[in-house]
């Protein structure tokens, strides 16, 4: 997602906000049975364009 992100500031956005929507239990289909999940929160981010908000 980082990279993401960077694209985006790279055309002239910024993060000025963040929501998280769910969080939730992530483990590979081809885990074992008893390996530990990951917990992966899904956010909305808000962004703005740098001009619109550095006046």
Known sequence: ???TV???KDKGYDVCG???RFVVAWRPK???RDE???AVALVDL?????SSHQE
């Open 1 to 3: 997602m980082n990279e």
């Open 6 to 8: 960077r694209m985006w």
């Open 18 to 20: 963040a929501k998280v």
């Open 30 to 32: 081809d885990a074992e």
């Open 36 to 38: 530990e999940e990951t």
């Open 46 to 50: 808000r962004l703005m364009a740098r």
